[in-house]
Nanobody
Framework: QLHLVESGGGLVQPGGTLRLSCTAS????????IGWFRQAPGKEREGVAC????????DYLDSVAGRFAIIGDRAKNTIFLQMTMLKPEDTAVYYC?????????????WGKGTPVTVSS
């Protein structure tokens, strides 16, 4: 059973930076798809970034493109979400997930989430 654990969330001011980590119990960096999703209070879950390993591609939600980056560290079985120029609308609980494609309904494994609050 694969386990995913997110960390790195917290309170940050607008314009600030955070790096979220998703550490897996086994190697996932070179396999299938790893996604970051978020859910803000009262809103639907949305996909933020996804790394589709078989194709080496990375996709981003339009509103975070150019500000967020998904990065993998094979040695640590860890996927990072580097978030810069954070905005209040980025406030949400962030989850990482793993599965055969980047679609949320195809993700087989989910972490428990780490909260991010962007506020002055």
């Amino acid at each position: 059973q694969l386990h995913l654990v997110e960390s790195g969330g917290g309170l940050v001011q607008p314009g600030g930076t955070l790096r979220l980590s998703c550490t897996a119990s086994e190697n996932i960096v070179d396999r299938n798809a790893i996604g970051w999703f978020r859910q803000a209070p009262g809103k639907e879950r949305e996909g933020v970034a996804c790394w589709l390993n078989g194709y080496g591609s990375r996709d981003y939600l339009d509103s975070v493109a150019g500000r967020f980056a998904i990065i993998g560290d094979r040695a640590k079985n860890t996927i990072f979400l580097q978030m810069t120029m954070l905005k209040p609308e980025d406030t949400a609980v962030y989850y990482c997930a793993y599965g055969p494609t980047c679609r949320a309904d195809n993700m087989n494994y989910w972490g428990k989430g780490t909260p991010v609050t962007v506020s002055s």
